[in-house]
């Protein structure tokens, strides 16, 4: 089993930044993909960004591609998002999701989730 725990979310204004954080424990050894994705109301998971653990390659969705910067600590076991340059359209709940070979981009093959964290934006 794999815990996922997601911090760092919060309300600010248009073009302020934050860094989001999804700790993990358990079945560590197990893993291959972390990945970050956001959900508005009414809306379907969206992909964000993902990033595996031992060869460091990253991927991002179109919508925050030069905004946003995963990147993981593996001493913390832990992955982060920096998010700079927000606008209201990336208001969501963001989720952190693990697995061991999951395709990028696609929630659905993602078996661990944490609980999410709210990011509004204001205008």
């Known amino acids: 089993q794999v815990q996922l725990v997601e911090s760092g979310g919060g309300l600010v204004q248009a073009g302020a930044s934050l860094r989001l954080s999804c700790t993990a424990s358990?079945?560590?050894?197990?893993?291959?993909?972390m990945g970050w994705f956001r959900q508005a109301p009414g809306k379907e998971r969206q992909f964000v960004a993902a990033i595996n653990w031992g060869r460091n390659e990253i991927y991002y969705g179109i919508s925050v591609e030069g905004r946003f910067t995963i990147s993981r600590d593996d001493s913390r076991n832990t992955v982060y998002l920096q998010m700079n340059n927000l606008k209201p359209e990336d208001t969501a709940v963001y989720y952190c999701?693990?697995?061991?070979?999951?395709?990028?981009?696609?929630?659905?093959?993602?078996?661990?989730w944490g609980q999410g964290t709210q990011v509004t934006v204001s205008s």
């Open positions: 358990g079945r560590t050894f197990s893993w291959y993909r």
């Open positions: 999701g693990s697995d061991s070979n999951p395709l990028v981009g696609a929630p659905a093959t993602f078996a661990y």
